[in-house]
Antibody
Framework: QLQLQESGPGLVKPSETLSLTCTVS??????????WGWIRQPPGKGLEWIAS???????YYNPSLKSRVTISADTSKNQFSLKLYSVTAADTAVYYC??????????????WGQGTQVTVSS | DIQMTQSPSSLSASVGDRVTITCRAS??????VTWLQQIPGKAPKSLIY???SLESGVPSRFSGSGSGTDFTLTISSLQPEDFATYYC?????????FGQGTKVEIK
């Protein structure tokens, strides 16, 4: 049974770096059948895709965040991570990690972690 | 970037009602659309992928249709557990984008 669990600080100071990790169980992040991603949801607002990473190491970023974001995968730990630099209050959100469906591309992100609240405040 | 415009932003309906939510893409995206359900305080759950394919375990009262630019999610007979916010998502290429969401409330 696939499980994705986000972890990281719940409070980050303005101008600092937000670092989150998604630990995957019930599936290997090095499988070519899937890719992995991060999505966020500000309070009371909709969903915003942040970035995706493939088993090959290929990455894709939301253009609106690209200059401040890095996504990476650690196959030895079966985890993937997100770093968001120079955060402001506008980055306050619930952050979700997710896995794609398997099958022929393109494939949607379809299996989501429970999410983790990150607040940016001094 | 391709934008997804979802409507309505909210609706009120009664148990047993038929509910339809629409999503329009700013460019053609074939059938690369999913529909997600989000209950307050919970993570989104995928209901439909490839515009009309039902995810395993999702009740058959949910259905999706459309291709190109216009897509529809239909709930044939609304149940108490269906009161939630629904999002469309396009995934034909990057960036992935979502509709603004439709909140389905109890009348």
């Amino acid at each position: 049974q696939l499980q994705l669990q986000e972890s990281g600080p719940g409070l980050v100071k303005p101008s600092e770096t937000l670092s989150l990790t998604c630990t995957v169980s019930g599936g290997s992040i090095s499988s070519s059948n899937y890719y992995w991603g991060w999505i966020r949801q500000p309070p009371g607002k909709g969903l915003e895709w942040i970035a995706s990473v493939y088993y090959s190491g290929t990455t894709y970023y939301n253009p609106s965040l690209k200059s401040r974001v890095t996504i990476s995968a650690d196959t030895s730990k079966n985890q993937f991570s997100l770093k968001l630099y120079s955060v402001t209050a506008a980055d306050t959100a619930v952050y979700y990690c997710a896995r794609s469906k398997e099958g022929r591309p393109p494939r949607p992100l379809a299996y989501w972690g429970q999410g983790t609240q990150v607040t940016v405040s001094s | 970037d391709i934008q997804m415009t979802q409507s309505p932003s909210s609706l009120s309906a009664s148990v047993g009602d038929r509910v339809t939510i629409t999503c329009r893409a700013s460019q053609g995206i074939s059938n690369y659309v999913t529909w997600l359900q989000q209950i307050p305080g919970k993570a989104p759950k995928s209901l439909i992928y490839a515009a009309s394919s039902l995810e395993s375990g999702v009740p058959s009262r949910f259905s999706g249709s459309g291709s190109g630019t216009d897509f529809t999610l239909t709930i044939s007979s609304l149940q108490p557990e269906d009161f939630a916010t629904y999002y469309c998502q396009k995934y034909n290429d990057y960036p992935v984008t979502f509709g603004q969401g439709t909140k389905v409330e109890i009348k």
